[in-house]
């Protein structure tokens, strides 16, 4: 059973940067999809980035301030942000499914869910 435990919100000014860590134990294979989501007071789920063995894939609104990477050998993936704007203020998730990531707006696909983490940025 693949578990999944998110660390590294915290609260941040505009313009700021933050690393988010997603540690997953648990896999019986070594080729699996990770997606980093999240949700906005009042808002749906979003995705933000995703990673399977075709490489790494971004929401427009990201793209070119955060990436997405994976220690195989540790088993944890990050989400490096740089230039936090107060619109990236949610809570952040990562999830998981076997091989191949689905579209980033098919965001109920993935089989596992971590808790979230918080990321609050002040304007």
């Known amino acids: 059973q693949v578990q999944l435990r998110e660390s590294g919100g915290g609260s941040v000014q505009a313009g700021e940067s933050l690393t988010l860590s997603c540690a997953a134990s648990?896999?019986?294979?070594?080729?699996?999809?990770v997606g980093w989501l999240r949700q906005a007071p009042g808002k749906g789920r979003e995705g933000v980035a995703s990673i399977d063995a075709e490489g790494p894939v971004y929401t427009r609104s990201v793209e070119g301030r955060f990436t997405i990477s994976q220690d195989k050998i540790k088993n944890v993936i990050y989400l490096q942000m740089s230039d936090l704007k107060a619109e990236d203020t949610a809570v952040y998730f990562c999830?998981?499914?076997?091989?191949?990531?689905?579209?980033?707006?098919?965001?109920?696909?993935?089989?596992?869910y971590g808790q979230g983490t918080q990321v609050t940025v002040s304007p």
């Open positions: 999830a998981t499914r076997p091989f191949y990531c689905p579209a980033l707006t098919r965001t109920s696909l993935y089989r596992t």
């Open positions: 648990g896999y019986s294979d070594s080729n699996y999809c």
